[in-house]
């Protein structure tokens, strides 16, 4: 009797364990951890250069104050991304002119149509695109300034969906599925820019 018992009680175990391990595998898995991309004192050797900005760390921060030839610089990531959280820490001149360039369709050809572009651009002519705007998809209005200080700006590119945050205010979003996967970039075309530190979390797509 005792040994009917205890292989009772053994298999009732074994299929509390079977039933738990199956529920945890039906669950999707967690969103990942945020990666440094670039902390401004390691990280500008992890990044491709495209074009001739002077690109450089210096006090804490890679930046680049000067070109020669071509109309912009770019610091390009080595690996694309799809869906994801970008936090980028910076600061610009008032007459900067940089971006954020994400979901890139040719690393080797950067633009503000064959990537999308979080723009930092205080003193753009068309100011409804000008900082805190995705440029082609999502105007700003009125258009924050992020001249002269330090900044934070959150990027979410979720399927279709992005969205953009500056200093923890929403500046932007768009629905827009031209561009699916693509580098990272980083732009110099003006001014003074500095990166502090860029981070990223992959995330598991929420909207098709």
Request: charged residues 20%; hydrophobic residues 40%.
């Amino acid at each position: 009797m005792k040994r009917i018992v205890t292989m009772t009680a053994a298999a009732v175990l074994l299929g509390y364990i079977s039933a738990g391990c199956a529920t945890d595998s039906s669950v999707p898995s967690a969103d990942g951890e945020w990666v440094t991309l670039l902390d401004g004192e390691d990280g500008l050797e992890q990044w491709n250069q495209l074009g001739d900005a002077n690109w450089r760390a210096e006090d804490g921060a890679v930046m680049a104050d000067a070109k020669t030839g071509t109309p912009a610089g770019f610091l390009v990531s080595p690996r694309a991304y799809d869906n994801f959280e970008l936090q980028v820490e910076f600061w610009a001149s008032d007459d900067a002119n940089s971006g954020i360039y994400m979901r890139c369709a040719d690393p080797q050809k950067m633009s503000d149509v064959t990537c999308y572009e979080a723009n930092i651009f205080d003193q753009r002519p068309e100011a409804a695109y000008g900082t805190g705007a995705i440029v082609h998809h999502a105007a700003v209005d009125p258009m924050p300034k992020a001249g002269g200080k330090w900044n934070t700006m959150d990027i979410v590119a979720d399927g279709p969906r992005l969205t953009v945050k500056l200093d923890g205010v929403q500046t932007a979003t768009a629905s827009d599925s031209s561009l699916a996967s693509g580098p990272i970039a980083l732009q110099y075309a003006a001014g003074v820019v500095k990166f502090r530190k860029v981070r990223i979390r992959e995330i598991g797509e929420q909207q098709k």
